[in-house]
């Protein structure tokens, strides 16, 4: 089986957020790291080049294949800030509904700036991934 391209590394979290370009970005990306810093109690690290993640838990596919994976993350990237919420949507409709703008896919929610969505209930939809994923920690 092939190995995870993408995994946990020492670079520099506060390095990789202060290269951003973009003001608004970058600013967006530091309080999305504390609000999953407070709701993970986890320090943040780098993924890969351009991940900023929080925690772990260790998983074991439906093909066996197994490893560790972030709790819960984020990437600024060029279309949208990425954010990484495993849990996936499918029991988040409620939540989704008051967010604001948005889009997702499987295990992702897209947004341009986090002043198109309502804070209060991007927390929440961390919250309850982390806790979804901590419960289906293999550890």
């Known amino acids: 089986m092939s190995e995870l391209k993408t995994k946990v590394n020492n670079a520099s979290v506060k390095d990789f957020l ?3 370009e973009n003001e608004q ?16 109690k986890a320090k943040p690290k780098m993924w890969g080049a351009s991940i900023v993640g929080f925690g772990s838990y260790h998983y074991i596919g439906k093909s066996g294949r197994e490893g560790d994976w972030m709790l ?3 990437s600024p990237r060029k279309q949208n800030l990425t954010l990484y919420l495993m849990g996936g949507f499918d029991s988040e ?6 967010l604001g703008k948005y ?6 929610l897209y947004i ?5 969505v309502d804070k209060k209930v991007l927390k929440e939809l ?3 991934s982390v ?3 901590k419960s289906q920690d293999k550890k």
């Open 103 to 108: 889009k997702t896919s499987v295990g992702c």
């Open 72 to 74: 819960t993350g984020f």
């Open 18 to 20: 202060n290269s951003i």
């Open 25 to 40: 970005i970058r600013k967006d990306c530091f309080e999305i790291s504390r609000m999953m810093e407070s709701v993970t």
């Open 93 to 98: 409709k409620k939540l989704l509904e008051k």
């Open 131 to 133: 806790k979804k994923m």
């Open 112 to 116: 341009k700036k986090l002043d198109d």
């Open 126 to 128: 961390v919250i309850t």
